[in-house]
């Protein structure tokens, strides 16, 4: 009688298992049949699958909507994991044989990685529509997709300037340190005490201000290296750099009139993003990649924009600093070649498909590198970016420190922000970091 | 029945009984620690294919490296103000918690708590209060240890580390006290205050000597996860302000996954190691030597 039984509930359960099979089938084989593009490819006849490792963690919603609209369409099934530390993520994914067929990460991943272990995609179409300018190379291939142009700048509060000067905000007009110090010396006797806000954090109190010393050299990433390896070489020092003492002439001014000047290393990110919104303070010392935490405190019917560094004397006056700061990778180790296929077709879509155009520009609100994606950027920081970017007014970013140089000199200038550090001290902890360092090209 | 077995019937036994506990212990910290030693004489970035045997270079490097130097001398500093306040306030509660006082059960559970909440949740409600509450508390009070943030000047910081390292782990000793003081047999209590003995007198004459196994697993607890902090470093200070509350577990995590010198963050992890390894055994056999028996 139990055997029965038993014989009775397998059969039974693998009447379900081929019921709910072949339900699936059925849902997905009309869609296997959508006409394709020709940039991307056609649609597997079995389904794939592959996984995607997003070091983004503000796009994973957007990304997943866009692998499912992909992956019905080419029967492609997308795994989409998170992370906050795409290195550590990606170094015990590799390490497990486990790597994930498309990768997002930094720059400094994929240099590891390249001549390895991810697919050279020079020959992919997307590099002849802006991939082969911002596409990270080795050794002249490109092992890198760029995902997102965003761009360190002063990030402003139109209305509220506005609102004190009595008169139309023209950001053109501000370049130089003079203009803004002219600016800010209004908007304190219209009685805005404190129109500047200074994050406090190590990137971007620490780190990124050391930057903008490399990026306006003049404005090339060739000029900044050349410059870098002077110091190494001991032709020339900071102290002794105009760009350098022009630089922190603009920042003495950030933190002159910061509004967290009271407490500088206490200052909070929220409530700075809350400050711009509100109109507390009218300039952010930060970059496009804020939106997603301003967002939440934006006012309506607010308007708000991008300002390049004021600086004087400088060649580059006037443009932001413009770096493409994701990348996307994909592997060669532990995808097989259908998968690879895939993953290909996947960073294709994204570029040439509308749908995929409508989730990387509408869906992941970034800025895109690729000239023939037209969807205007979504919000007004992005806007912003890409009016710099269509009229020219760009430098390049630094993207050719060593790994530790963060770690090694924010805390310096973080101390100087608070005043602990003289401008002295710092251009000498500087030196000191270049005389034993070179810049990676 | 032990006696009787020969020597193979004893190892079936041992290895029936201790062998899968054996075989995990293996796995998962033997063989990785035998790796890691291995990691430090190469030039692994932790991502890279290549990984070339370069010797003692890591080490080389190491010994120049002042801010690792100086992270672990912090370290010793933090875990010895730490351990002496987590074990004098655990000691006190216990004392107090085991003398009948009113509500004590509700009171051991409330002092156990702090333990039960991980070390990053409390760090950002602590830098929470002394980022926000406390500075707002200076508008009231006007007390002008409030009127910065703790977090951003560098002694209030360390200070801070060690008040929440204090209130998170002092619960927990406590309950290790307790047991201590429970154990104490009151008939020796009794008779020493029949000979007239003052409370002060019994507690370092007879308590303090009856619970000595309780002060050194109490001592190794707090000197070992003191010595390890990152989670709590990581969410109040992030070893601001400007890297000056940066732990040695701290500077090594940025070593080997920051900075992808995972060579040198190993030879480093490998040395902090040795160094908890010494002191904390060393007490140990310093604590074991000083019970009595009763």
């Known amino acids: 009688m139990k055997k029965i039984l038993a014989v009775f509930l397998i059969v039974l359960l693998s009447c379900f298992t081929l019921f709910a099979n072949g339900n699936k089938e059925a849902a997905k084989a009309p869609a296997a049949t959508i006409a394709v593009n020709p940039e991307i490819g056609e649609a597997f006849a079995n389904t794939v699958n592959i996984s995607l490792m997003n070091s983004k963690p503000e796009i994973t919603d957007a990304l997943e909507e866009g692998a499912a609209l992909f992956g019905s369409a080419y029967n492609v099934n997308i795994e989409i994991v998170e992370t906050d530390n795409p290195g550590l993520t990606i170094a015990q994914r590799y390490a497990s044989g486990d790597a994930p067929t498309i990768a997002i990460v930094d720059s400094a991943q994929v240099k590891e990685l390249a001549g390895q272990r991810i697919a050279d995609l020079t020959s992919e179409p997307w590099v002849a529509v802006g991939g082969d300018a911002m596409g990270y190379k080795v050794d002249g291939k490109i092992y890198g997709m760029p995902l997102t142009i965003e761009s360190m700048c002063l990030l402003y509060n139109k209305t509220v300037i506005e609102e004190l000067l009595g008169r139309e905000f023209v950001p053109e007009d501000y370049v130089t340190l003079d203009q803004f110090q002219t600016l800010v010396d209004e908007l304190v006797a219209a009685g805005m005490e404190t129109p500047v806000i200074l994050c406090s954090e190590d990137?971007?109190?620490?780190?990124?201000?050391?930057?903008?010393?490399?990026?306006?050299?003049?404005?090339?990433?060739?000029?900044?290296?050349?410059?870098?390896?002077?110091?190494?070489?001991?032709?020339?020092?900071?102290?002794?750099?105009?760009?350098?003492?022009?630089?922190?002439?603009?920042?003495?001014?950030?933190?002159?009139?910061?509004?967290?000047?009271?407490?500088?290393?206490?200052a909070d990110y929220d409530l700075n993003a809350s400050y711009l919104a509100d109109g507390e303070a009218a300039?952010?010392?930060?970059?496009?990649?804020?939106?997603?935490?301003?967002?939440?405190?934006?006012?309506?019917?607010?308007?708000?924009?991008?300002?390049?560094?004021?600086i004087n004397d400088s060649p580059v006056q006037g443009k932001v600093v413009v770096d493409s700061t994701k990348y996307i990778v994909a592997d060669i180790i532990n995808a097989s070649e259908e998968q690879q296929q895939a993953a290909k077709m996947f960073l294709n879509w994204l570029v040439f498909d509308p749908a995929g155009q409508d989730v990387l520009i509408n869906k992941c609100q970034i800025v895109t590198a690729?000239?023939?994606?037209?969807?205007?950027?979504?919000?007004?920081?992005?806007?912003?970016?890409?009016?710099?970017?269509?009229?020219?007014?760009?430098?390049?970013?630094?993207?050719?420190?060593?790994?530790?140089?963060?770690?090694?000199?924010?805390?310096?200038?973080?101390?100087?922000?608070?005043?602990?550090?003289?401008?002295?001290?710092?251009?000498?902890?500087?030196?000191?970091?270049?005389?034993?360092?070179?810049p990676i090209e | 029945?032990?006696?009787?077995?020969?020597?193979?019937?004893?190892?079936?036994?041992?290895?029936?009984?201790?062998?899968?506990?054996?075989?995990?212990?293996?796995?998962?910290?033997?063989?990785?620690?035998?790796?890691?030693?291995?990691?430090?004489?190469?030039?692994?970035?932790?991502?890279?294919?290549?990984?070339?045997?370069?010797?003692?270079?890591?080490?080389?490097?190491?010994?120049?490296?002042?801010?690792?130097?100086?992270?672990?001398?912090?370290?010793?500093?933090?875990?010895?103000?730490?351990?002496?306040?987590?074990?004098?306030?655990?000691?006190?509660?216990?004392?107090?918690?085991?003398?009948?006082?009113?509500?004590?059960?509700?009171?051991?559970?409330?002092?156990?708590?702090?333990?039960?909440?991980?070390?990053?949740?409390?760090?950002?409600?602590?830098?929470?209060?002394?980022?926000?509450?406390?500075?707002?508390?200076?508008?009231?009070?006007?007390?002008?240890?409030?009127?910065?943030?703790?977090?951003?000047?560098?002694?209030?910081?360390?200070?801070?580390?060690?008040?929440?390292?204090?209130?998170?782990?002092?619960?927990?000793?406590?309950?290790?006290?307790?047991?201590?003081?429970?154990?104490?047999?009151?008939?020796?209590?009794?008779?020493?205050?029949?000979?007239?003995?003052?409370?002060?007198?019994?507690?370092?004459?007879?308590r303090l000597p009856l619970m000595m196994p309780s002060v050194v697993i109490c001592l190794f607890l707090s000197i070992t996860r003191t010595f390890k902090v990152y989670d709590l470093n990581l969410s109040l200070t992030e070893g601001g302000p400007y890297g000056t509350t940066k732990m040695a577990s701290m500077h090594i995590f940025s070593k080997a996954f920051e900075e992808y010198r995972y060579g040198i963050g190993q030879a480093e992890a490998l040395i902090f190691f040795v160094v908890i390894a010494v002191i904390a055994l060393t007490q140990t056999y310093i604590g074991k030597k000083r019970e009595v028996e009763m």
């Open chain 1, 203 to 266: 990137w971007a109190l620490g780190h990124k201000p050391i930057q903008y010393v490399y990026d306006y050299q003049d404005g090339t990433k060739a000029g900044a290296i050349a410059f870098l390896k002077d110091v190494h070489n001991g032709v020339t020092t900071f102290e002794d750099n105009e760009v350098f003492n022009n630089v922190y002439d603009t920042l003495d001014l950030f933190i002159k009139y910061n509004i967290n000047r009271d407490d500088p290393l206490a």
């Open chain 1, 283 to 310: 300039f952010w010392v930060n970059g496009t990649w804020a939106w997603p935490d301003f967002a939440p405190y934006a006012v309506e019917g607010a308007e708000y924009g991008i300002l390049p560094f004021p």
């Open chain 1, 370 to 438: 690729f000239s023939n994606i037209t969807l205007p950027p979504t919000n007004p920081f992005n806007l912003g970016l890409q009016e710099y970017i269509n009229a020219g007014l760009t430098i390049d970013g630094a993207s050719y420190m060593p790994s530790d140089h963060r770690t090694v000199l924010a805390p310096t200038m973080q101390a100087y922000a608070a005043g602990e550090v003289t401008r002295a001290e710092l251009a000498t902890a500087l030196d000191n970091y270049w005389t034993t360092n070179l």
């Open chain 2, 1 to 206: 029945m032990w006696g009787k077995l020969n020597a193979k019937q004893k190892a079936l036994y041992f290895m029936g009984f201790a062998g899968p506990a054996m075989i995990f212990f293996f796995m998962v910290v033997l063989v990785p620690l035998a790796y890691g030693v291995y990691l430090t004489f190469t030039d692994w970035n932790g991502i890279s294919l290549d990984m070339n045997f370069i010797g003692f270079e890591n080490y080389r490097q190491v010994f120049h490296d002042a801010v690792f130097w100086r992270s672990l001398g912090l370290t010793v500093i933090y875990s010895a103000v730490a351990v002496i306040t987590t074990n004098l306030v655990a000691f006190g509660l216990a004392y107090l918690l085991t003398s009948k006082i009113k509500g004590q059960n509700l009171l051991r559970a409330g002092f156990f708590t702090p333990n039960l909440i991980g070390g990053i949740i409390l760090g950002y409600i602590w830098q929470f209060l002394f980022s926000r509450v406390l500075v707002n508390l200076y508008d009231y009070v006007g007390l002008e240890i409030f009127r910065r943030s703790w977090l951003s000047s560098t002694g209030l910081a360390f200070a801070a580390l060690v008040i929440v390292t204090t209130w998170q782990y002092s619960g927990y000793m406590m309950l290790i006290y307790i047991s201590g003081f429970v154990g104490i047999p009151q008939d020796m209590i009794e008779a020493a205050r029949i000979d007239g003995a003052k409370e002060g007198t019994i507690t370092r004459k007879i």
